[in-house]
């Protein structure tokens, strides 16, 4: 790896998450507490950036995943916020559909997410100008086209990607060079992370994404959050000088 680019693009990175807070507040950064967004946490925590961290914790992540909330908290001193789905309606779709019905179409996996992480996000960016995510271009065919920075007509807001442009080796430097607490489970072959009823390990070779709804096509592989009636919301780039 090169130094001076790796250090050029770390540079950009935190130039973005400064504008994000100078320009656009208030903005929140929603984590799902993968190494991505370890990055990020760690930047804007160490800069004490005025974006508010937040994740949403769907009553079906591994126990790992909920431990990197107490790691943040013992070497940053900040509590995360977590927003939780409602639960008369994850009551409901169990009772009608069963716990795990998710495997059963995609259809009925897409309305778990929506419950579980789409409606809570929708509440937790509510009131906001702009949100950060930690999605990169080369996690999977689904985000190839990823901007920095983006116009999302869905919130009526702008959406920036800090991390479009790292790549997997970029992302574990950073975390490496600079002690940052991470899910254990990354060591288990896990790149990708979500709920446990719908992430795997991977095997050697596989797209970082392959564990993730792994009994659905590659195209389908996305829970909502970056999606409006069936296409990913990312559109409209935006010019970085805006």
């Known amino acids: ?14 130039e973005t998450l400064q504008r994000v807070a100078d320009q656009f507040a208030p903005a929140v950064f929603a984590s799902s507490l993968a190494a991505e967004d370890q990055v990020l946490t760690d930047m804007i925590l160490r800069s004490k950036l005025p974006i508010t ?13 909920l431990a990197v909330l107490d790691r943040i908290k013992e070497t940053y001193g900040y509590d995360v916020e977590l927003y939780r789905p409602q639960p008369e309606a994850v009551e409901a779709y169990v009772k009608q559909n069963g716990l795990n019905a998710f495997y059963e179409s995609v259809d009925m996996r897409k309305e778990c997410c929506r419950i579980r992480k789409v ?3 929708n509440r937790a ?12 271009r ?24 800090p991390l479009a442009d790292w790549s997997e080796e970029d992302v574990w430097h950073y975390i490496r060079s600079n002690n940052v607490p991470y899910n254990v489970l990354h060591d288990r072959g896990f790149p990708s992370i ?10 050697p070779g596989e797209d970082v994404r392959a564990g993730r709804w792994w009994w659905e096509n590659p195209e389908s592989k996305e829970c909502g959050l970056h999606v409006v009636d069936g296409k990913l ?10």
């Not at 990312?234 to 805006?242: D, E, F, M, N």
């Open 1 to 14: 790896m090169n130094e001076t680019d790796f250090a050029a693009l770390v540079a950009a990175t935190k």
């Open 53 to 65: 961290i937040f994740t949403l914790e769907t009553g079906r992540l591994h126990a790992e995943t």
């Open 119 to 121: 409606e809570p996000l």
């Open 125 to 136: 960016l509510q009131g906001k100008r702009a949100w950060v995510t930690g999605q990169r």
């Open 138 to 161: 080369a996690q999977s065919s689904t985000r190839a086209e990823l901007h920095v920075q983006e116009q999302d007509e869905a919130h009526d807001m702008v959406k920036f990607n």
């Open 194 to 203: 979500g709920c446990e009823p719908c992430t795997r390990a991977i095997q």
């Open 233 to 242: 919301i990312r559109i409209k780039p935006v010019s970085t000088t805006a």
